[in-house]
Nanobody, 118 residues
Framework: QLQASGGGSVQTGGSLRLSCAAS????????MGWYRQVAGKQRALVAC???????RYSDFVKGRFTISRDNAKKTISLQMNSLKPEDTAVYYC??????????????WGQGTLVTVSS
């Protein structure tokens, strides 16, 4: 089960920190990531992180967002800085099939809405 939180409304240039808690027993073994879904579009990968600390970001967030994880707490986080109106979306977390195949493996949990106003 996945539960994302931390969304809200901010102005352009603002920051938010999202968190996601998972209830998987082998969380530390998994590649975890953040996705987002803009209204009317498909979900897209934002960032992912292996248990060893390898990280990949989508081009549209590089340099602005930072993914992190706490294996002991079974959580992943997404620090979002320099937010833009185009970052407005519902953000979800999930386990990825691999570091190069962004297929989500678990049922989608509750996402968290991020709204960035100009």
């Amino acid at each position: 089960q996945l539960q994302a939180s931390g969304g809200g409304s901010v102005q352009t240039g603002g920051s938010l920190r999202l968190s996601c808690a998972a209830s998987a027993s082998d969380f530390s073994d998994y590649i975890m990531g953040w996705y987002r879904q803009v209204a009317g579009k498909q979900r897209a990968l934002v960032a992912c992180m292996t248990s060893e600390g390898n990280i990949r970001y989508s081009d549209f967030v590089k340099g602005r967002f930072t993914i992190s994880r706490d294996n002991a707490k079974k959580t992943i986080s997404l620090q979002m800085n320099s937010l833009k109106p185009e970052d407005t979306a519902v953000y979800y977390c999930n386990r990825l099939q691999s570091f190069s195949v962004y297929v989500p493996l678990w049922p989608w949990g509750q996402g968290t809405l991020v709204t960035v106003s100009s």
